[in-house]
């Protein structure tokens, strides 16, 4: 029988897997700092966007180290470790699988060689056309599987690290602006070599990725939230197309590709800490909005105003502030429970929620409840917890959703459930209303939930709501989280490229699991 592992998870009922993170990216050009503790806070301000494995590498000038491990960032590092991981530059991730296993080959920052040294690189997104770029390291470094291919890694950010490896004529720089180009998909950045810390955002600016100032170097990091853990000062986001580079000659930028900006609306919607911003749009403020929208769009006589929480709290607020309903807390929230791998009787499965949620009874009891929640995936969830309010007294239970029903998958970095498994593919609102007993079901608008961004919708992408990808997507065989497991990939047997990289004691290598 497996031990608990402590992870944090999204998940209410046993089973019941909600929309999923993308990952979470960090990086630190500062001599004289401790670039691991500071690339350790910054991922603990990320670890919401992954909870599967973190890992940081340093360079001190001269070689490159890395530690990672499957589990959550206070899990994976403790002092030793850190104090083990010296040096001047650092990146760091943290991990939900959205290509490739969540297994600890898979985990990130990967290593390859270069013609010069090594490269670490952390990706947050998901590329599109994988398929092909295995076909391009094949073509280009011949049939043997090098680095973290060799190894096992299935992985996008795999393939990504074995086409830098470049050739003696090129830098890694230079070699960078020939290959970002050629990916498609959705991909923030962050890699080092021994000298050069790195950062990338895709041309449509998928994922958010900001670059920040520190009194003695530089930060990138996906969410403002971690600029603000590490004492960093916000300077701007990196544009979309555009790769930065961070040595001792200072900051420098170039543009590999023309911008054509189709963020995440999701982000605002669930997958971004409500204290970031991004497009210099408060997250916490759009959702307060799009709650107030949800209001004047679906409104209802009751009692009271209460949030599935935590996602669901700025929506709520924003309603009852509409509505003049009065807002209260219903649900209290258990913060510590992650999973259990002991198995409970079915009785115990069905009231699987309450390993999480439980009513305030005194509160609810008697009351007409609007409740406020960021999303509905499969159903399951929302059937449990209207079942659970009814059972503690409420007289009537009105479901009102901050985004539009989920309908199609994403292919840009975030693990939905499948479109089979979608309680909104093929239901109307009112029929999924039924389908989890609640007395009536409001989802926002696609436009009212675009406008509480403050951004056009022509530079957002909607595509899990809409069914219209901005990035075009290759046949349904050259898709999916397990390609580079299911594929024969084009590649021999292996070679090892990194045998001669050194660990430090306390610091494990992407050479041997720690």
Same mark, same amino acid.
């Given at each position: 029988? #497996? ?16 929309? !999923? ?25 990320? %670890?919401?966007?992954? %909870?599967?494995? @973190? ?19 206070? %899990? ?31 985990? %990130? ?51 990504? $690290? ?28 962050? *890699? ?14 998928? +994922? ?15 969410? $403002? ?6 004492? #960093? ?22 543009? *590999? ?8 609306? *999701? ?5 971004? /800490? ?20 949800? @209001? +004047? ?22 309603? @009852? ?7 209260? &807390? ?15 009787? !079915?009785?115990?499965? &069905? ?16 009351? /007409? ?12 969830? &929302? ?27 994403? *292919? ?42 403050? +951004?056009?919708?022509? &530079?957002?992408?909607? @595509? ?13 065989? /050259? ?23 050194? $660990? ?11």
């Amino acid at each position: 029988m #497996a031990r608990p592992d402590g992870r944090l998870t999204h998940e209410l009922l046993p089973g019941e897997k909600g929309p !999923q993170d993308a990952c979470g990216v960090f990086g630190v050009w500062a001599p004289g700092e401790e670039v691991a503790k500071l690339t350790y806070f910054g991922l603990y301000a990320l %670890q919401h966007r992954g %909870q599967e494995s @973190a890992g940081i590498a340093t360079s001190n000038g001269e070689q490159l180290l890395v530690y990672k491990d499957m589990g959550l960032v206070s %899990q994976v590092f403790d002092e030793t470790a850190l104090n083990a991981l010296t040096g001047h530059i650092a990146i760091g991730h943290t991990r939900y699988s959205t290509t490739g296993g969540s297994t600890w080959e898979n985990a %990130q920052p990967t290593l390859g060689a270069t013609a010069a040294g090594t490269v670490a690189l952390g990706h947050n997104g998901n590329l599109t056309n994988t398929a092909e770029l295995v076909e391009l390291v094949a073509e280009r470094y011949g049939p043997q599987r090098r680095g973290e291919l060799a190894r096992g890694n299935t992985t996008d950010t795999a393939v990504i $690290t074995a086409l830098l490896a470049g050739d003696p004529d090129h830098t890694l720089e230079a070699t960078a602006l020939e290959v970002l180009p050629r990916l498609r998909g959705a991909f923030c950045l962050v *890699f080092m070599d021994e000298h050069t810390l790195y950062a990338a955002r895709d041309p449509h600016g998928v +994922r958010p990725l900001v670059l920040g100032r520190l009194e003695r170097g530089w930060v990138v990091a996906s969410e $403002t939230a971690a600029l603000d853990i590490v004492g #960093a000062s916000l300077v701007r986001e990196v544009e979309p197309g555009e790769l930065i580079a961070v040595d001792a000659d200072g900051l420098r930028t170039t543009r *590999f590709a023309e911008p054509t900006p189709t963020g995440c609306v *999701f982000e605002y919607v669930y997958l971004a /800490r409500p204290d970031t911003t991004i497009a210099g749009r408060s997250v916490h403020a759009a959702r307060v909005e799009m709650g107030r929208t949800l @209001a +004047r769009e679906h409104p209802v006589e009751a009692d009271l105003v209460i949030p599935v929480p935590e996602s669901g709290t700025p929506a709520a607020i924003g309603y @009852a502030a509409e509505s003049g309903i009065r807002y209260a &807390q219903g649900l209290t929230k258990n913060a510590y429970v992650g999973r259990t791998f002991i198995q409970p009787s !079915q009785t115990l499965r &069905q009231l699987g929620i309450r390993l999480k949620l439980n009513p305030l009874r005194e509160v609810i009891r008697g009351q /007409r409840l609007v409740v406020v929640d960021d999303s509905i995936v499969r159903g399951n969830t &929302q059937r449990a917890l209207v079942r659970m309010l009814r059972e503690a007294g409420a007289a009537e239970v009105h479901v009102r959703i901050s985004s539009p029903p989920v309908q199609w998958p994403c *292919f840009y970095g975030i693990d939905f459930a499948s479109r089979a498994e979608l309680i909104a593919t093929g239901l109307r609102p009112e029929e999924i209303g039924r389908s989890i007993g609640a007395d009536s079901l409001g989802y926002i608008s696609i436009d009212g939930m675009v406008a509480a961004t403050e +951004r056009p919708s022509s &530079q957002l992408c909607a @595509a899990c709501f809409t069914g219209r990808y901005p990035i075009e997507l290759p046949s349904a065989d /050259r898709l999916g989280k397990n390609l580079l497991e299911q594929s024969e990939l084009p590649l021999g047997a292996p070679e090892d490229g990194l045998s001669t990289l050194m $660990t430090a004691t306390g610091g494990a290598g992407a050479l041997q699991h720690p």
